[in-house]
């Protein structure tokens, strides 16, 4: 069976990958569990080029007699009032060991006298497919929503909690794991994918 290996180490990405593509048919497994053990500096200017550089990477190092695609995402919160950043920046704003209760209170201080309508911002994914071969795919995701006043919610991680959703009336991190990945950045991305994938790559 041909393998889906996706260059992460984070369960939770995994656990929703093994969801929107399980039915594929193919197996899917993490660099870890492939054997791959890589480690590659994300230093593109864009999610894109992010996602392929770590899919390109991990594809080449792939055992010669392994019949894989590589899948790797690039994930970010664009604030449009500080001129989208954190950008892909985001894991490394503040410094990459700083709390998000600290990240996110200095968002939402910095965004001070801002008024509501100029508070939009979108969470970006964007995720590269690689085979050994030299094949590359990319797709990208967004969910628009707007820096909120304070923190509310538990759920999600990062940003989730100052990412209001005005359409549900809460932010990211009051939905559920199933209600934000049917509608978010990662999971319209993976949805996009999974369907080039069939079409293209899926022997
Ligand atoms: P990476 O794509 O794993 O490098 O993560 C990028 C960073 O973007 C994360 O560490 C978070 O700070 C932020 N981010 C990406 N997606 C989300 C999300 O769904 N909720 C909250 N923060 C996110």
Do not use: W
């Amino acid at each position: 069976m041909k393998k889906l290996i996706f260059a992460t180490g984070n369960q939770g990405k995994l656990r929703e990958i093994r969801e929107i593509m399980g039915d594929l048919g193919m197996e899917i497994l993490s660099t870890k569990e492939a054997g791959i053990d890589l480690s590659v500096e994300e230093n593109g200017t864009t999610f894109r080029e992010n996602a392929v550089i770590k899919a390109s990477a991990c594809a080449a190092a792939l055992p010669s007699d392994m019949d894989a695609i590589v899948m790797a995402d690039d994930s970010g919160l664009e604030v449009d009032a500080l001129n989208k950043e954190p950008g892909v920046y985001s894991a490394r704003y503040m410094g990459e060991d700083t709390s998000y209760r600290i990240k996110n209170r200095n968002l939402v201080e910095r965004l001070e006298g801002v008024p509501v309508e100029k508070r939009t911002a979108r969470f970006v994914c964007a995720i590269a497919a690689a085979t050994k071969d030299g094949q590359v795919f990319t797709t990208e995701g967004t969910i628009e929503g707007k820096i909120g006043y304070e923190e509310r919610g538990e759920n999600g991680f990062g940003y989730d909690p100052i990412f209001y959703l005005p359409d549900m009336s809460r932010t990211t991190a009051e939905l559920s794991p199933e209600e934000k990945n049917a509608i978010s950045h990662r999971g319209n991305a993976l949805r996009a994918m999974k369907e080039i994938i069939r079409s293209n790559l899926k022997k």
